[in-house]
Nanobody, 122 residues
Framework: QVQVMESGGGLVTAGGSLRLSCVASGNIFDVHTMGWYRQAPGSLRGLVAT???????NYADSMKGRFTISRDNFAFTIYLQMNRLEPEDTAVYYC????????????????WGQGTQVTVSS
């Protein structure tokens, strides 16, 4: 079995910072692209940032300069450092990962975590 689990959400006032973590665990051979997505009430789930195994990153425009995604390949872990948070950043943040389960000849399978709530008060 494979699990993807987020942590680090919470309540913060506008202008503050939070750091989210996401760990993939289980019968993992390798992890390819990992990323963060978010979903606010009444909205669709959308991209925050992704990071490949070699460290290439991609950000949604509204997060550039405020959010930083990073990765620890050995620990199958990614982080999202969120600075200068705004009330509009309030959402459930989900981790996503393309994971090669079991043997190295298997194709990657896409997994989602259960999400962590981030609430930014004004």
């Amino acid at each position: 079995q494979v699990q993807v689990m987020e942590s680090g959400g919470g309540l913060v006032t506008a202008g503050g910072s939070l750091r989210l973590s996401c760990v993939a665990s289980g019968n993992i051979f390798d992890v390819h692209t990992m990323g963060w997505y978010r979903q606010a009430p009444g909205s669709l789930r959308g991209l925050v940032a992704t990071i490949t195994r070699n460290g290439s990153t991609n950000y949604a425009d509204s997060m550039k300069g405020r959010f930083t995604i990073s990765r620890d390949n050995f620990a199958f872990t990614i982080y999202l450092q969120m600075n200068r948070l705004e009330p509009e950043d309030t959402a459930v943040y989900y981790c996503n990962a393309d994971i090669v389960v079991g043997g190295g000849k298997n194709r990657p399978t896409n997994f989602w975590g259960q999400g962590t709530q981030v609430t930014v008060s004004s």
